[in-house]
């Protein structure tokens, strides 16, 4: 990993594990619903942070190596951007 990326990736980690300890809290203590819901969707937005600094990392290392290899290894880049892609769109 790109030592900047990952040192990013593993902050924004801490802060997502945080943020799902207030969650946890917040639904013990019975907080208002609303409330809960706002730190989830936060959550989320900050999980969405976290993948694309693991989609720039595997662009700027394993995909930049796979495409000058060419061939199938560069196929192989393609078909998992695409997997990634699809799975990005397929969220409810």
Do not use: W
């Not at 019975?30 to 959550?43: G, N, R």
């Amino acid at each position: 990993m790109i030592e900047d990326i990952k040192k990013r990736a593993l902050h924004r980690t801490r802060i997502i594990e945080g943020q799902l300890r207030g969650i946890e809290k917040m639904i013990e203590n019975e907080e208002y619903c609303v409330d809960i819901v706002t730190l989830s969707l936060a959550v989320q937005k900050s999980l969405a942070s976290l993948n694309k600094l693991l989609v720039e990392n595997h662009l700027r290392t394993h995909v930049s190596h796979q495409y000058e290899a060419g061939g199938e290894e560069r196929d192989a880049a393609v078909a998992e951007l695409v997997r990634l892609f699809e799975l990005s769109n397929n969220r409810s």
